[in-house]
């Protein structure tokens, strides 16, 4: 078993920027791909990035390359997502995510899901 537990939300203006911190307990967290994934109201959960146990190799939806960043610390059992330049549309709930495969955190089928946070990018 995996425990996610995600912080940094809150509420920001847009042009802002936004530091998401999700912290991990449980197995061996430097086995796990970890990602990212956020979920508006009214829309279904979406994959925003990931970054693969194995070689730290990243994936980012199109709709945050270039604005937003993965990167982990296995030493302190953390991924974090950097978010920069926010827009009104990027106001989300925030889900970390953990699986032993990275191809089912791209499928948005991890085996493992923190509570989320909220993220609110004001106009």
């Known amino acids: 078993q995996v425990q996610l537990v995600e912080s940094g939300g809150g509420l920001v203006q847009a042009g802002g920027s936004l530091r998401l911190s999700c912290t991990a307990s449980g197995r061996t967290f430097s086995s796990y791909s970890m990602g990212w994934f956020r979920q508006a109201p009214g829309k279904e959960r979406e994959f925003v990035n990931a970054?693969?146990?194995?070689?730290?190799?990243?994936h980012y939806a199109a709709s945050v390359q270039g604005r937003f960043i993965i990167s982990r610390d296995n030493a302190k059992n953390a991924v974090y997502l950097q978010m920069y330049t926010l827009q009104p549309e990027d106001t989300a709930v925030y889900y970390c995510?953990?699986?032993?495969?990275?191809?089912?955190?791209?499928?948005?089928?991890?085996?493992?899901w923190g509570q989320g946070t909220q993220v609110t990018v004001s106009s």
């Open positions: 970054i693969r146990w194995s070689d730290g190799s990243t």
């Open positions: 995510a953990a699986d032993a495969d990275v191809g089912k955190l791209l499928d948005k089928m991890p085996d493992y």
